[in-house]
């Protein structure tokens, strides 16, 4: 297996105040009034499938219901469509993420690409059958944009978590 | 399954299975869609929620504001000096029809005290900043900064300095949703201005918007300005709200496809008037003829016709 961060790192525990931190600041970025300017990600998917990723016994579907209930009154769209698309989204992550961890970076980026993609036909389904408008393909756009950045954004996430590598070649582990 | 028959104890408690979560929350989330589309009974909860998001918010509009006020105050004096002249010009231009209505509103109560009919009431108006459009990609609404603490309420008419730009939907305590006409959901009762002809006006999204049920053979022309009617009883009759620009006739439907494009600034940001409802239509008389016709169904039903199709 080729040397990644996973592999080679031991990672510290992760705080849960950072946590908390991090889906607080993708709410305040997610609530950034952009217009329909195609391509920006969904910061709150991505933070959230980052999280149900690496640590799947700490958040969950409960957290992603909450997200969700909040982007709803955030964004002004009908309560629940946010909601039903992060939980969809949190359980494929929850689920899968023992076998994404395993994976380099790009081919995780892979892994989650389909995943958001899910959540946008979610919310598009779910709107589309109240009469809503088709938002253009365009839309879809924010998806690839948040698979490019989950190299750059899993190194930002864990951060804290790292630790300096030591040459200690009597360690144990 | 032991021996014994029953399970041996977990080691790690991790609640319920992954897969009853997900039924349990997708139950919740499906029922909270069907109580705020269907019966509408969670408005509370997004009231709550916003005024607790509202620093929030404010935070996240903060950089954008920023860069308007960077961009306002790099604006050359050149620039403010051209408009400030065009503005005097304008101003001049209307004065003389202000200064005319005075005396013709005079002219009109004289004229309906004579002939025994009710006055007409004035409208008062509250102007209001469009701050941003909201972030969903599936309608077509802005946020305007002035709420519930201002007076407005939901289902006021909003119109610029041209015409009419959509109406108030849902009201905050410090802001306010407008559904822009252009939203799919959204219509408007209106008239052709050349020969007083009655139609409803619905969103079409990106396509500016449509008039609807119109016989393909009936008398629209390209070109023709379309105004309010009035009949809804939320718009004042008269007000300026579209054009159209296309009109396809074809006989093999029985209906014409009638493409209009808003006359106001809908899709641009500026600053905007809330118009107070006309006091005398909030209880509109039973028995006129008018109100029999087809436009005059309550606008305010339409939303709620749609969701229920």
Redesign the interface.
């Known amino acids: 297996m080729q040397p990644n961060y996973s592999s080679n790192r031991i990672l510290l525990p992760v705080r849960s105040w950072f946590i908390f931190a991090t889906l607080l600041l993708a709410?305040?970025?997610?609530?950034?009034?952009?217009?329909?300017v195609p391509g920006i990600p969904d910061w709150v998917a991505v933070v959230l499938a980052f999280w149900c990723i690496h640590q799947t016994?700490r958040v969950?579907?409960?957290a992603?219901?909450l997200l969700?209930?909040?982007m709803d009154?955030?964004?002004?769209?009908?309560?629940?469509?946010h909601?039903?698309a992060y939980?969809?989204l949190a359980?494929i992550a929850?689920?899968l993420s023992r076998r994404i961890l395993w994976f380099p970076l790009m081919q995780q980026a892979l892994h989650v690409l389909p995943m958001l993609l899910g959540t946008q036909l979610i919310m598009l389904v779910?709107?589309?059958s109240?009469?809503?408008?088709?938002?253009?393909v365009l839309?879809f756009l924010s998806s690839f944009v948040a698979a490019a950045i989950w190299h750059p954004l899993t190194y930002l996430l864990l951060l804290p978590q790292f630790r300096p590598v030591e040459r200690d070649d009597n360690r144990p582990i | 399954m032991s021996a014994v028959g029953h399970a041996p104890p977990p080691f790690f408690k991790r609640g319920p299975a992954p897969l009853a979560k997900l039924l349990f929350f997708v139950a919740l989330s499906i029922a909270a869609l069907v109580a705020d589309l269907r019966f509408h009974t969670l408005e509370w909860l997004r009231m709550a929620a916003s005024t607790a998001a509202y620093p929030l918010q404010r935070a996240a509009y903060a950089p954008v504001e920023g860069a308007g006020g960077l961009g306002k105050y790099f604006s050359s004096l050149a620039t403010l000096h051209k408009e400030n002249d065009t503005l005097r010009e304008k101003q001049l231009q209307v004065a003389n029809l202000l200064l005319r209505q005075h005396h013709l509103e005079d002219e009109n109560l004289r004229l309906r005290a004579l002939l025994d009919m009710r006055a007409h009431q004035l409208v008062s108006g509250i102007i209001a900043d469009i701050q941003f459009a909201a972030r969903d990609p599936f309608s077509r609404r802005v946020i305007i900064n002035k709420g519930t603490q201002e007076g407005i309420s939901s289902g006021q008419a909003v119109v610029d300095e041209i015409g009419v730009i959509g109406q108030v939907t849902r009201v905050y305590p410090l802001m306010s949703e407008v559904t822009l006409l252009t939203d799919k959901s959204q219509a408007i009762p209106v008239e052709v201005q050349r020969n007083g002809l009655r139609a409803i006006l619905a969103g079409a999204g990106s396509n500016g918007m449509e008039l609807r049920f119109l016989a393909s053979n009936a008398e629209v022309q390209v070109g023709d300005v379309l105004v309010t009617s009035g009949l809804d009883g939320i718009y004042l009759r008269g007000l300026p709200v579209a054009k159209v620009t296309a009109i396809e006739r074809d006989n093999a439907f029985m209906f014409a496809r009638i493409r209009c494009t808003p006359l106001a600034g809908v899709e641009r940001h500026g600053q905007v008037l809330v118009l107070g409802r006309p006091p005398e239509a909030i209880k509109p008389p039973e028995d006129t003829a008018e109100q029999t016709d087809a436009p005059a169904k309550s606008k305010k039903n339409k939303p709620e016709n749609k969701a229920a199709r």
């Open positions: 709410l305040l970025l997610n609530m950034i009034p952009v217009g329909r016994l969950g579907m409960g992603a219901f969700g209930l909040v009154v955030a964004d002004g769209s009908v309560l629940g469509q909601a039903l939980v969809v359980f929850g689920g779910v709107r589309m109240v009469g809503g408008e088709f938002p253009g839309w």
